[in-house]
């Protein structure tokens, strides 16, 4: 009776779970989008067409904003989007980062059948959750692959290093043309978009990367006029004891843009390439401790939430900077201006 017992409960439980998993798919299906760059935009989509020039992406916005992979827009070629209902426009690139692989895109119109995805938060997403993905593999509109997330990288639990860019590893199917995609939590919101696979044949085996979207919320979502133009990761534990950081974790700035904002507050680059914790980087430069007098922690959203905050700074407002440099502690601030304030894209 018992083995009979757990034998209906299996059964009941999975049945429950492919039920949800229906809903929530017809409930999000429609934010998908098919993104194509150059090429013959009115040729109608076989199983036999050629994939370059084909990505996924998900609007998240109803005023046309979309999120897709860097690499599949990074051509210059001409983009057009293509919505569930057969609709096309044209696109442009609002905002992008390479070495995150996302890009924001616009459409300046939107079918009405279309509904804006719901984005969740990435940094509660844990090794072993169930996540799905909604793509145009090979250009096959609305296919779903489902699979667990395998890990997170970098991994929070490990090393000295954390990179403003973060990856979910999966195991969900992607293949050419899955690059864009939404990774969808059981929620049906989404927690990251696909970037590429590692393999040595070309096609899956079981090893795809997706960057999260809380990294696109800090590249570019957010806008953070102080961001633009500054690289650089969060030191923690023994690498942040390395460089006598007086804390438990800091921002180690790398690469500084010319006349960017935090070129105008005084930020120095590293100067010297080393490998810390298997990561090759450039060191030697300011390591920011606090901003407004608020520390930076190992606390990845506590990080990520003091970044935000300047982001939402009005027009004429100043940002403070802590540094340490040379072993010494300055204090450093720049102004925002109303040309950076007032051209941010308003956040989903």
């Known amino acids: 009776m018992f083995h009979k017992a757990l034998l209906i409960l299996l059964v009941t439980c999975t049945v429950a779970s492919a039920q949800q998993l229906r809903d929530t798919f017809r409930r999000v299906k429609s934010s998908v989008v098919i993104v194509r760059t150059g090429g013959d935009q009115s040729s109608p989509i076989t199983s ?6 084909v990505g996924s992406g998900v609007l998240i916005s109803k005023d046309g904003q ?3 992979a860097a690499h599949v827009v990074q051509s210059g070629l001409p983009i057009t989007i293509e919505f569930t209902d057969g609709q096309r426009f044209k696109a442009q690139v609002v905002e992008s980062n390479v ?19 719901t984005l969740g938060d990435s940094d509660v997403v844990e090794t072993g959750d169930d996540i799905f993905i909604v793509g145009a593999p090979y250009g096959l509109s609305n296919t779903l692959t489902v699979g667990r997330i395998s890990a997170r990288r970098p991994d929070e639990t490990r090393g000295g290093i954390l990179s403003t860019s973060e990856f979910l590893q999966t195991d969900a199917v992607v293949n050419p043309g899955n690059s ?10 989404v927690v990251a978009i696909v970037s590429n696979v590692v393999s040595d044949t070309g096609e899956f085996q079981g090893v795809g990367f997706a960057a999260t979207v809380n990294t696109a919320r800090t590249l570019l979502l957010d806008r953070d006029p102080f961001l633009n133009g500054l690289e650089g990761v969060l030191v923690t534990g023994i690498v942040a004891k390395a460089l006598n950081v007086p804390q438990q974790a800091g921002f180690l700035v790398t690469n500084v843009a010319r006349d960017s904002l935090a070129d105008q507050m005084g930020l120095i680059g590293g100067q010297v390439e080393a490998v810390i914790d298997n990561e090759s980087l450039l060191i030697g430069g300011d390591v920011i401790v606090k901003i407004n007098n608020a520390a930076i922690t190992v606390d990845r959203r506590t990080y990520r939430s003091i970044f935000s905050n300047i982001a939402r700074s009005n027009a004429g407002s100043v940002v403070h900077c802590t540094v340490l440099r040379a072993g010494k502690i300055l204090e450093l601030s720049v102004k925002i201006p109303a040309s950076l304030s007032t051209s941010r894209a308003p956040r989903p």
């Not at 036999?48 to 020039?53: I, T, V």
């Not at 864009?180 to 919101?189: H, L, R």
């Open 99 to 117: 070495a995150a692989d996302l890009a924001l895109l616009k459409v300046d119109r939107v079918p009405t059948a279309a509904a804006a995805a």
């Open 66 to 68: 979309i999120l897709t």
């Open 180 to 189: 864009g995609s939404p990774v969808f939590n059981k929620a049906g919101e």
């Open 48 to 53: 036999q067409m050629d994939d370059s020039g």
